[in-house]
């Protein structure tokens, strides 16, 4: 049976066999616990983390010290999000995002919410991407924290972070940045853009799912965090919880080989994505989501007028591993919140589609899923 041509590389990636060999021994032989400081089991599994924790800081310009190891971005959003707001009661209870985050930051703050801080939501302009002046004139005094993406998951977009982080830096606040779509793909320097907190995963990327990293400057400024996981006082107290040596090698591994091919994937990928949009726009009313140019090289989200969402749907569904312009909360459809926020109608939100190419992706994929949405674009819009 023929699968479908994965086309989902937003949701996750398929794990690549170079991390998974590295991750191996760290199953069976080297299973120690990085925590057991008595025997050579412990050593060598906290060896390896070392290693890993140095490779992932190198990656992004930091030091080992400022890389605490969590089960993924959602738990490193989380950690940076609540952990700030808590430690910064004496300053203020402010805080500044986007309306096109993922939820594993817009949740955590409307948690905080609840608690009785107050959230700035900024708007995006058409093209996905942060005005500048906007963020600048909701900064206030007592804003503790400024939460934005470096690429969205949906549309793609690259948001303008260095420009982001010196303007938090002129005002004395930690800038946040959800870097899980962006890890491999864009270069992210922590110390070049103004970084104070990054979160990372590793599944994005092609390696484990479950394991990830939040950064956390200690250098001007020192960040305070309370932690929001309590127990043995793992990674400097900031999260407990036994480390998982095959997973931390495994997503070093995959950070580390995403960076030495990054910039000729890259291109790859762009022209595989110009590829396919160009093969459609012939058929007219294709709307392309997001800055043309400003955007992850895997990332394709468009809007194609004229056909119904569930029908596109059914029609692509058979051939390719792809994701529509809604999302299923609590077993309800909605239309895409980032859709939405760029400005398109609920009905052309619905018929979109974010198409995720990888390392898997080949030209003859390309093709074929290029030939087949023609087709049935054509032929369900001949039907209406
Ligand atoms: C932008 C963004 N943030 C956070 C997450 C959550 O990451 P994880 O699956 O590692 O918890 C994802 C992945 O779905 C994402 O795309």
Same mark, same amino acid.
């Given at each position: 049976m023929? =699968?479908?041509?994965y086309?989902?590389?937003?949701?996750?990636?398929?794990?690549?066999?170079?991390?998974l060999?590295?991750m191996?021994?760290y199953?069976?032989e080297?299973?120690?616990?990085p925590?057991?400081?008595?025997?050579s089991y412990?050593w %060598?599994?906290a060896?390896?983390?070392?290693q890993?924790?140095a490779?992932i800081?190198?990656?992004?310009h930091a030091d080992?010290s400022?890389?605490?190891?969590t089960?993924?971005?959602t738990e490193?959003?989380n950690?940076?999000i609540?952990?700030?707001?808590?430690?910064?009661l004496?300053k203020?209870?402010?805080?500044v995002?986007?309306?096109?985050e993922?939820s594993a930051?817009?949740?955590?703050? =409307?948690y905080l919410e609840t608690?009785g801080?107050?959230?700035?939501r900024?708007p995006?302009q058409?093209?996905?991407l942060?005005?500048?002046?906007?963020? %600048?004139?909701?900064l206030?005094?007592?804003?503790?924290?400024?939460s934005?993406m470096?690429?969205n998951?949906e549309i793609g977009?690259v948001?303008a972070?260095?420009?982001?982080?010196?303007?938090?830096?002129?005002?004395h606040?930690?800038?946040h940045t959800?870097?899980?779509?962006?890890?491999?793909?864009?270069?992210?320097?922590?110390?070049?853009?103004?970084?104070?907190?990054?979160?990372?995963t590793?599944?994005?990327?092609?390696?484990?799912?479950g394991?990830?990293a939040?950064y956390?400057?200690?250098r001007?400024?020192r960040?305070q965090l309370v932690p929001q996981?309590?127990?043995?006082g793992?990674?400097?107290?900031m999260?407990?919880?036994?480390?998982?040596?095959?997973q931390?090698?495994?997503?070093?591994?995959?950070?580390?080989l995403?960076l030495?091919?990054?910039a000729e994937e890259?291109?790859?990928?762009v022209?595989?994505r110009d590829r396919?949009y160009?093969h459609?726009?012939?058929?007219?009313g294709i709307?392309l989501?997001g800055h043309p140019t400003?955007r992850?090289?895997?990332n394709?989200?468009?809007s194609?007028?004229?056909?119904?969402?569930?029908?596109?749907?059914?029609?692509l569904?058979?051939?390719?591993?792809?994701?529509s312009?809604?999302?299923?909360t609590?077993a309800?459809? %909605?239309p895409s919140h980032?859709?939405?926020a760029?400005g398109?109608s609920?009905?052309?939100?619905?018929a979109s589609?974010?198409?995720?190419?990888?390392r898997?992706?080949t030209?003859a994929?390309i093709d074929?899923?290029?030939d087949?949405?023609?087709?049935?674009?054509k032929?369900?819009?001949?039907?209406?």
């Amino acid at each position: 049976m023929h =699968r479908p041509i994965y086309l989902d590389c937003h949701a996750t990636t398929p794990l690549d066999p170079l991390v998974l060999a590295a991750m191996l021994p760290y199953f069976t032989e080297s299973f120690g616990n990085p925590a057991s400081n008595t025997h050579s089991y412990g050593w %060598e599994a906290a060896a390896a983390v070392e290693q890993s924790r140095a490779a992932i800081a190198q990656a992004i310009h930091a030091d080992p010290s400022e890389i605490i190891f969590t089960s993924g971005a959602t738990e490193a959003n989380n950690l940076a999000i609540k952990g700030v707001a808590e430690a910064s009661l004496a300053k203020g209870r402010h805080l500044v995002t986007v309306v096109t985050e993922h939820s594993a930051v817009l949740d955590p703050c =409307r948690y905080l919410e609840t608690l009785g801080f107050e959230v700035t939501r900024l708007p995006v302009q058409g093209d996905g991407l942060l005005e500048l002046a906007q963020l %600048e004139a909701a900064l206030r005094e007592d804003t503790v924290l400024v939460s934005v993406m470096a690429a969205n998951n949906e549309i793609g977009v690259v948001q303008a972070i260095a420009q982001i982080g010196a303007l938090c830096r002129q005002r004395h606040i930690l800038f946040h940045t959800d870097a899980a779509q962006a890890i491999g793909k864009i270069p992210l320097d922590v110390e070049a853009m103004n970084i104070s907190l990054m979160s990372l995963t590793a599944h994005k990327v092609y390696g484990p799912k479950g394991i990830g990293a939040l950064y956390v400057s200690r250098r001007n400024p020192r960040v305070q965090l309370v932690p929001q996981l309590h127990g043995g006082g793992h990674e400097r107290g900031m999260r407990s919880g036994t480390l998982y040596p095959p997973q931390i090698v495994g997503f070093a591994r995959a950070v580390t080989l995403a960076l030495a091919h990054r910039a000729e994937e890259a291109e790859r990928l762009v022209a595989l994505r110009d590829r396919l949009y160009n093969h459609l726009t012939p058929l007219g009313g294709i709307l392309l989501n997001g800055h043309p140019t400003q955007r992850l090289p895997g990332n394709l989200n468009l809007s194609i007028e004229g056909v119904e969402g569930q029908a596109l749907l059914l029609a692509l569904q058979p051939a390719m591993a792809i994701s529509s312009g809604s999302a299923c909360t609590s077993a309800k459809i %909605e239309p895409s919140h980032v859709l939405r926020a760029i400005g398109r109608s609920e009905a052309l939100a619905y018929a979109s589609i974010r198409f995720g190419l990888g390392r898997t992706t080949t030209p003859a994929q390309i093709d074929i899923v290029a030939d087949h949405l023609y087709r049935s674009i054509k032929a369900l819009r001949s039907r209406a």
